[in-house]
C-alpha cells in the first residue's frame, strides 16, 4: 500500500507557473510507475503526464506537452510537475496516482490516489 498527498497548487495568472509535488509513503515508492491527471468541473478526469519507475521514459498529453514536465525523485519519495505557460484551460483539481505496472493513460489502471490540489489559472 502507498499513500500519496499532493501539494502545490494555488491561484496564478495566465502564463504562469506552478510545481505540484506529491509525497509518497508505505511501500517502496520506486517500485511504482507515477503520473498526474486532472478534473475541470463537469469533466472526466484526465491523464496529465506519467514517469516510468526508472525516470528514464515520460509520457505527456498533447495539450501539454512542451508547458508541463514530469520528474521523480526515488530518494525523497516524491514526483513532481512543473507547470509553465498556464492557461485558463489548465484550471482543474491535480491528482497524482500510482500503479505497478507500467505507465498508462487509463485512470481505472491506477491503484492508488491522492486527494488533489486545486490549481485556478487566471485569464
Known amino acids: 500500500q502507498v499513500q500519496l498527498v499532493e501539494s502545490g497548487g494555488g491561484l496564478v495568472q495566465a502564463g504562469g507557473s506552478l510545481r505540484l509535488s506529491c509525497a509518497a509513503s508505505?511501500?517502496?515508492?520506486?517500485?511504482?510507475?507515477m503520473a498526474w491527471f486532472r478534473q475541470a468541473p463537469g469533466s472526466e478526469r484526465q491523464f496529465v503526464a506519467g514517469i516510468s519507475r526508472s525516470t528514464i521514459s515520460t509520457y505527456y498529453a498533447d495539450s501539454v506537452k512542451g508547458r508541463f514536465t514530469i520528474s521523480r525523485d526515488n530518494a525523497k519519495n516524491t514526483v513532481y510537475l512543473q507547470m509553465n505557460s498556464l492557461k485558463p484551460e489548465d484550471t482543474a483539481v491535480y491528482y497524482c496516482?500510482?500503479?505497478?505496472?507500467?505507465?498508462?493513460?487509463?485512470?481505472?489502471?491506477?491503484?492508488?490516489w491522492g486527494r488533489g490540489t486545486q490549481v485556478t489559472v487566471s485569464s
Open positions: 508505505g511501500r517502496t515508492f520506486s517500485t511504482y510507475a
Open positions: 496516482a500510482a500503479t505497478n505496472g507500467r505507465v498508462v493513460t487509463t485512470k481505472s489502471d491506477y491503484d492508488h
